[in-house]
């Protein structure tokens, strides 16, 4: 069964720093891997979907890069801002295209 | 707008009462999720759906029952078999369950014993 595992599981940065979200899974036969947003009390916002064809993605000051030999996902942001405050949480397949599984998330508080 | 309606957005349940939780999508989206969320932890899938008329328990299902008798539409029911039903429940659909173009998510229920 796909275990997924987000490090750290939170972070505090001064505004202006670029940072990396660590997200590493088990089971590395994906198709895909999402990154997603949450805010406190708000359902999930989907940043980037990475199929399993690609190296990364890239939005904005996000971009995340999966290599699923080693079953390793990182998220990138760049010039941090207090907006950017909330929970990151990445999600994969159990097996194949199943229901996505998530890890617990990284908190990341931005401070200006 | 496209998007995920959940209602209601808090629900408050007493001791062996039974209660639903709404979700209704305009995306045209043949899968539905229900995902549960406590503090400090990631999404546990309670039920999916590929398609109307059918749906597969997740990992969590006890206590809980659905229906997908529409598209649009995938309500959960916290039956009073489920012993602690206090949590954050989280409703997602998708274009297909085969290929993951990727979930949209709604706002959420908060659920309360009391």
């Known amino acids: 069964k796909q275990e997924v595992t987000q490090i750290p599981a939170a972070l505090s940065v001064p505004e202006g720093e670029n940072l990396v979200l660590n997200c590493s899974f088990t089971?590395?036969?994906?198709?895909?891997l999402q990154w997603f947003r949450q805010d406190p009390g708000k359902g999930l916002t989907s940043l980037l979907l990475i199929q399993s064809s690609q190296r990364e993605q890239t939005s904005g000051r996000l971009n995340a890069s999966l290599d699923k030999s080693s079953g390793r996902s990182t998220l990138y942001i760049a010039a941090s801002q207090p907006g950017d405050s909330a929970t990151y949480l990445c999600a994969v397949p159990n097996s194949g295209n199943t229901p996505l599984v998530f890890g617990k998330g990284t908190r990341l508080s931005v401070i200006a | 707008d496209g998007g995920i309606t959940q209602s209601p957005k808090y629900l408050f349940r007493k001791e062996g009462q039974n209660v639903t939780l709404s979700c209704e999508q305009n995306?045209?989206?043949?899968?539905m999720y229900w995902y549960r969320q406590d503090p400090g932890q990631g999404l546990r899938l309670i039920y999916y759906?590929?398609?109307?008329?059918?749906?597969q328990k997740g990992d969590i299902a006890e206590g809980y029952s659905v229906s997908r008798e529409k598209k649009e539409s995938f309500p959960l029911t916290v039956t009073s078999a489920q012993k602690n039903p206090t949590a954050f429940y989280l409703c997602?659909?998708?274009?297909?369950?085969?290929?993951?173009?990727?979930?949209?998510f709604g706002s959420g229920t908060r659920l309360t014993v009391v």
């Open positions: 997602a659909s998708s274009p297909d369950a085969t290929v993951n173009y990727g979930y949209t």
């Open positions: 089971d590395s036969a994906i198709y895909n």
């Open positions: 995306l045209n989206h043949d899968a």
């Open positions: 759906s590929q398609i109307v008329n059918d749906f």
